[in-house]
């Protein structure tokens, strides 16, 4: 159930119309009352004989009680109740006793109080009612308003319980200002799948992933195609921007400009300038190092790298620390889901919607310790799109695979800290990132699950012995999966490196969220590929693996031939 408190007007009788009207795409169905403040209205919806206007003085008749200053200021107070398309669709009975809880939850008429407010809840459509008030008591006092939206909000999560509607997770006052109705409608009659709002604001956010000064931020704006336009003081201080994009525009034929903050809170130009200023120190050392190498595969492998850390930050760190981490992974899955193969990037499109939500809480975040994240989204934007083969699309699986278990632990970080809005929007991302996953790694882990079959058997059980030596809790689990061959193979080739695979897979296995995995086997395959710098692309055999390490075809282990090749 979401409720929804509406612009303040001054036309009773405008909004009368309309919410009695046919509506602006004749979606309003048998417009009618199911509750009013003395139970006897007059209902224009059901009564032939009642009118708009009669209606309307007799909600406006308590503003004669107020003094003239009062009387000014806007006094329609308007309030939506929507439900859920799952929910049951309730009775006009139902929906009066919601509104009836609604208005004194609110402080606009509560019977145990005295006087009240004059109001109406107006049914036309089957999933939600309008509720209007006149704001003025009987008393000749203004009702007390304060943090009446709270107040519903409150009210809207017991009547879910009690009605046994969809629950939903309460806000905490950080989440992006939602479409109205208006734009919603807009955006149906121009064809768009989305409003422009949220077509604007995940260009932004994707904009401002990993960009480290305003020069930057705008040419990637400019870049997107979008219309820009920034607020300058007298001094020349730039002191904030607002975009639009080119075909949306007013009756006026103008474009429809937002402004940064009313986008999402931290894409105000404050905000976002408080990521830049916390990469000072990176830009002036960057300015002495050589440039960074920003392939693909390479801006990935970092990735996962990166990410492996910010997992134990946001884990073991202060709040502050934990907050910009995850902060900063939310820019890092815009720019993975920019710079995606085809048959990624829809789902990790939906994993960054998804985590925009999480990424915002009241902790405050302490920026600088997050450079690490913010410079792997800046060099995923600078390697540009994978090819999503070869090492391109191992890689990618690699940063996937480390990234799900990064917004694993903060959607566990947002539980304990009782965001339960960002909680859920973190285990929602996670589930895109899990079929990104199985998309990404299905090639790779294939052709080392090949390689391991046909390992020579000393070989396999040389490494059989090292798994049962090095995690023996895990070891009967893991010799049962199917991907126990590609842990297998990448055990050789770390052995073939000149790196002890005992001591790596322990160190590997001893992290943390191996639980949430689909296949303990596979989590093991990237992060010893990724520790040991092992190359994710073992397509190529005859450059992976030595021939010592593999049975010849039509041989078997124990042959002549196959003794030869091993000695």
């Given at each position: 159930m979401v409720p929804k408190i509406h612009k303040r007007g001054k036309r009773t009788i405008g909004l009368l119309y309309y919410l009695y009207g046919p509506g602006k795409a004749e979606e309003h169905v048998d417009p009618h009352l199911v509750a009013s403040w003395d139970h006897a209205a007059p209902d224009p919806g059901r009564d032939t004989e009642a009118t708009y206007k009669e209606l309307q003085q007799l909600l406006d008749q308590p503003l004669a009680l107020l003094t003239d200053a009062l009387r000014e200021r806007p006094h329609v107070w308007h309030l939506s109740v929507r439900n859920g398309p799952s929910d049951r669709i309730l009775s006009d009975a139902e929906w009066g006793d919601i509104a009836r809880r609604m208005v004194a939850a609110a402080g606009i008429d509560d019977p145990d109080q005295g006087a009240g407010c004059r109001w109406v809840a107006v049914r036309h459509a089957d999933d939600h009612i309008h509720i209007l008030a006149t704001l003025a008591r009987e008393d000749g006092y203004r009702p007390d308003l304060d943090r009446d939206a709270v107040r519903v909000q409150a009210e809207a999560r017991l009547l879910e319980h009690e009605l046994g509607l969809r629950r939903l997770k309460p806000g905490d006052g950080t989440a992006a200002q939602r479409p109205t109705s208006a734009e919603r409608h807009k955006a149906e009659r121009q064809g768009r799948g989305r409003t422009a709002r949220e077509e604007l604001r995940e260009t932004v956010r994707r904009a401002v992933a990993g960009a480290q000064c305003e020069e930057e931020f705008f040419g990637r704006l400019a870049a997107a195609g979008l219309l820009v336009q920034t607020r300058v003081a007298p001094s020349g201080d730039l002191l904030g921007y607002?975009?639009?994009?080119?075909?949306?525009?007013?009756?006026?034929?103008?474009?429809?400009?937002?402004?940064?903050?009313?986008?999402?809170?931290?894409?105000?130009?404050?905000?976002?300038?408080?990521?830049?200023?916390?990469?000072?120190?990176?830009?002036?050392?960057?300015?002495?190092?050589?440039?960074?190498?920003?392939?693909?595969?390479?801006?990935?492998?970092?990735?996962?790298?990166?990410?492996?850390?910010?997992?134990?930050?946001?884990?073991?760190?202060?709040?502050?620390?934990?907050?910009?981490?995850?902060?900063?992974?939310?820019?890092?899955?815009?720019?993975?889901?920019?710079?995606?193969?085809?048959?990624?990037?829809?789902?990790?499109?939906?994993?960054?919607?998804?985590?925009?939500?999480?990424?915002?809480?009241?902790?405050?975040?302490?920026?600088?310790?997050?450079?690490?994240?913010?410079?792997?989204?800046?060099?995923?934007?600078?390697?540009?799109?994978?090819?999503?083969?070869?090492?391109?699309?191992?890689?990618?699986?690699m940063a996937i695979d480390m990234l799900f278990f990064l917004i694993t632990a903060a959607a566990h970080w947002h539980a304990r800290k009782n965001h339960a809005q960002q909680a859920e929007a973190a285990h929602q991302a996670a589930e895109h990132l899990r079929t990104a996953y199985r998309a990404a790694a299905g090639h790779p882990l294939a052709v080392l699950h090949q390689r391991g079959r046909r390992l020579a058997r000393p070989l396999l059980q040389r490494q059989t012995a090292v798994l049962r030596e090095a995690v023996p809790l895990l070891a009967e689990q893991i010799l049962a999966e199917e991907g126990w061959y590609a842990l297998a193979a990448t055990l050789a080739d770390a052995e073939a490196a000149g790196r002890d695979p005992a001591v790596l897979l322990a160190e590997a296995a001893d992290r943390r969220e191996l639980g949430t995995a689909d296949s303990i086997s596979d989590v093991l395959v990237w992060r010893l590929r990724r520790a040991a710098g092992l190359p994710t692309d073992t397509a190529d055999a005859s450059l992976a693996t030595p021939a010592s390490w593999a049975s010849p075809a039509g041989t078997s282990p124990g042959s002549d031939h196959a003794r030869h090749v091993r000695r």
């Open positions: 607002k975009v639009a994009l080119p075909d949306d525009r007013n009756k006026d034929g103008k474009p429809v400009y937002f402004p940064g903050a009313r986008l999402a809170p931290d894409l105000s130009l404050p905000r976002i300038r408080e990521r830049w200023s916390a990469d000072t120190v990176s830009q002036v050392s960057d300015s002495v190092q050589p440039p960074r190498p920003t392939a693909p595969a390479m801006a990935r492998r970092s990735t996962a790298a990166v990410a492996w850390q910010a997992l134990l930050v946001v884990e073991q760190g202060d709040d502050g620390l934990a907050a910009a981490h995850i902060a900063a992974a939310g820019e890092v899955l815009d720019a993975l889901a920019k710079t995606s193969a085809a048959y990624t990037r829809r789902e990790l499109q939906e994993a960054a919607r998804a985590f925009e939500r999480a990424s915002r809480s009241h902790v405050r975040a302490v920026r600088g310790s997050d450079r690490a994240l913010r410079q792997a989204a800046r060099d995923l934007v600078r390697g540009g799109p994978a090819l999503g083969r070869g090492e391109d699309g191992a890689s990618t699986a």
